[in-house]
Structure formats: C-alpha cells, structure tokens
Nanobody, 110 residues
Framework: VQLQASGGGLVQAGGSLRLSCTGS????????IAWYRQAPGKEREWVAR???????LFADSVQGRFAISRDNANNTVYLQMHVLEPDDTAVYYC?????WGQGTLVTVSS
C-alpha cells in the first residue's frame, strides 16, 4: 500500500489550497480516509475524515473552512482548504488504517 499526499505550497493568509491523496495497492472505496497535520514543534493533529460511505467529520479548528471529498474511481481523496490561517501551517498527511502517506507541506504566510 502506498499513499501520496500532494498539493501543498506557500499561500497567503485567507487563501486556498487543495490537497490530494492518491493511493495504490488498496481499494479506497472500502476504506475510511483521514487527514492529519503536524505543525513545527507541535504534536500531530487529526484534521478530517471521510468514511467509505461518505460520512464526514472535521476538527473544530477547521470546521467551516475545509472540505473533504473522494473520487473512488481514481483512488483519490481531496482536502479543500479555504480561508487559510498561519496556524494551518503544517505538514499534512493522509492516512488509511495504519498506512501513512508522505506528507505535503502547507505554509500560510501572514
């Protein structure tokens, strides 16, 4: 199983980014997918989750600003981030069960 997160970058506060998580070796449609993030010097934090049935949950810190969706045909999950804040700066990881992908860095400048 391989997971790869992509789409990170540098954005100004208030901007938007869309992260993608693409997987191989496993069928996404049968699994819940989560996003976590880890900011410099901080512990890893759960961000959002989409279940195999499409149920969605967000951390309070991103509720109303982030959206999550999945494209099962392409084994991809998206994290759409809006109204980004400097506190959103972190390495973002997608997670499927016990599998963690390589993260993608999001940097939000003030």
């Amino acid at each position: 199983v391989q997971l790869q997160a992509s789409g990170g970058g540098l954005v100004q506060a208030g901007g938007s980014l869309r992260l993608s998580c693409t997987g191989s070796g496993i069928t996404f449609s049968r699994n819940d997918i989560a996003w976590y993030r880890q900011a410099p010097g901080k512990e890893r934090e759960w961000v959002a989750r989409i279940s195999s049935g499409g149920d969605i949950l967000f951390a309070d810190s991103v509720q109303g600003r982030f959206a999550i969706s999945r494209d099962n045909a392409n084994n991809t999950v998206y994290l759409q981030m809006h109204v980004l804040e400097p506190d959103d700066t972190a390495v973002y990881y997608c997670v499927l069960g016990s599998y963690w992908g390589q993260g993608t860095l999001v940097t939000v400048s003030s």
